[in-house]
């Protein structure tokens, strides 16, 4: 039976990812942290993991039930970390529409709700220590990121690892109704 690594996602316009991996590779291209791809800069909205191929339709026909969510602005602004893994950019108008976004995908989906923070993830330490963590997560805060974007849809994604990390394909898209 062929399984997919499925998440269900907000991507960014092409644009603004350009912008956001531009300012941050500047700080966080260093020696201990794994960059996020550029092409991969996305809102995860839920991972749902390694899900038989067979149940996609299935999938595909509860997330279209959720084109009554109107869109919605959001902007992107504030740094943040998870521990010492993650480093991340935030959302500083439109979160509450993020979060009830990603509550309408578990609803649909029959899932449990989880704590949900959205973030776009820029790098994940690989080994650097605990004060070069520090170090970057401080000097991505001195940057000034201003990027805002019409929430327009969501897609179904596929993740595929390799050796080069994970390689995103869309499998669906679905609209919002306009806001």
Known sequence: MESKRLFVSVNVPEG????????????????????????????????????????????????A?????????????GFGAFGRKILWLGVSEGNERMQGLNSAVNKALHLEPESFIPHLTLARNKNASNAEFGKALSVLKKLEISESFLVEGFELMESMLSEKGALHSKIASFRLSKS
């Not at 700080?27 to 996020?36: N, S």
């Not at 039930?65 to 602004?77: E, H």
């Open 16 to 63: 603004i990812r350009e912008r956001i991996f531009s300012a941050s590779a500047k700080v966080l291209g260093i020696e201990g942290f794994k960059l996020a791809e550029k092409e991969s800069l996305h809102f995860t909205l839920k991972f749902l993991g390694s899900t038989p191929a067979e149940r996609v339709p299935e999938i595909c026909k509860s997330l």
């Open 65 to 77: 039930a959720i084109s009554d969510f109107k869109g919605f602005k959001v902007s992107l602004s």
